[in-house]
């Protein structure tokens, strides 16, 4: 990070369109293929990593929007990124259309098979298992021996070199016609696809109901209607939901150590999956 210049930008030049837990993101007013994502005060070196990881994961050949300056307002940090005019996310599809879901989480398992069969580069990218044991070292809220029964469920996942997202769920996947992009690279890592499953498990089936009407525009029951229409589409015919549910479920759980870092606050709804590890 030595030596890196932000290009400094005017926000008067750009339109919020839409929140989260980390930043805002906001369009160009004059140039509609601009997209900037601006990072809250404090997360530098958040939005460093998704502007560097932008970079390598759309040169690797993945579909995701190109990248473009790394830059500040002179207090938030964030990176611009080309603007997918008419795009809609899967999750405000879902919700537009719920008599869809199983369509549209049929196509999302299709663009999740294709991200986990794609070798990467491990000399650009972190293992999401050193991803993981980094960030439960730097949890608060585990005791010692928590992080201990943790970090071994970890260490003893079989290591692969193919792609996770690190963030993989429905609003995080956009389509524009016939086109299909992930988006929100920042914990992108390669590793066991497992650890980004247990994301879509999570957002179906953990999430409070509040939280899915708020952030994915669809009602409960919808976003448990697509789990169980994903289940088969990427684990096949052959796999019960039973089965599936218990491999996948400590997977969820631990994706509380992401959710952790950016609420900085214990997150018991989601640790109810770790039962079997503590």
């Avoid at 989260?20 to 906001?26: E, M, R, T, V, Y």
């Avoid at 071994?152 to 299909?180: C, M, S, W, Y």
Wanted: proline share 5%.
């Amino acid at each position: 990070m030595e030596g890196i210049k932000p290009v400094l930008i005017d926000l008067s030049d750009y339109e919020a369109v839409g929140e989260g837990a980390n930043g805002i993101s906001l369009n160009h007013r004059t140039d509609p293929h601009i997209l900037l994502k601006l990072y809250n005060e404090g997360k530098f070196r958040q939005s460093y990593d998704e502007w560097v990881l932008s970079k390598r994961v759309y040169e690797t050949g993945i579909p995701t929007p190109e990248p473009g300056d790394f830059v500040t307002d002179g207090k938030r940090f964030g990176l611009r990124l080309h603007r997918i005019l008419g795009k809609k996310s899967f999750a405000r599809a879902i919700g537009d259309e719920p008599e869809k879901v199983g369509e549209y989480a049929r196509e999302f398992a299709r663009m999740c098979l294709d991200l986990h069969s794609t070798r990467v580069d491990t000399s650009l990218f972190e293992s999401v298992k050193s991803r993981y044991l980094r960030l439960l070292e730097e949890n608060p809220f585990f005791s010692d021996g928590e992080k201990a029964k943790l970090a071994d469920f970890i260490e003893k996942v079989p290591d692969t070199e193919t792609a996770i997202h690190g963030d993989l769920q429905f609003g995080n996947a956009i389509f524009a016609g016939d086109r299909r992009y992930f988006i929100d690279l920042g914990d992108f890592c390669y590793g066991h696809p497992y650890f980004d499953i247990g994301m879509v498990y999570l957002c179906c089936k953990l999430n409070s109901d509040d939280w899915t009407r708020e952030v994915f525009h669809m009602e409960p029951e919808t976003a448990l209607a697509f789990w169980d229409e994903f289940v088969p589409a990427y684990f096949g015919p052959a796999r019960t939901k039973e089965d599936v549910e218990r491999e996948i479920r400590p997977f969820a759980g631990l994706k509380t150590l992401i959710v952790e870092r950016d609420t900085k606050r214990p997150m018991p709804e989601f640790r109810i999956a770790l039962k079997d590890i503590l």
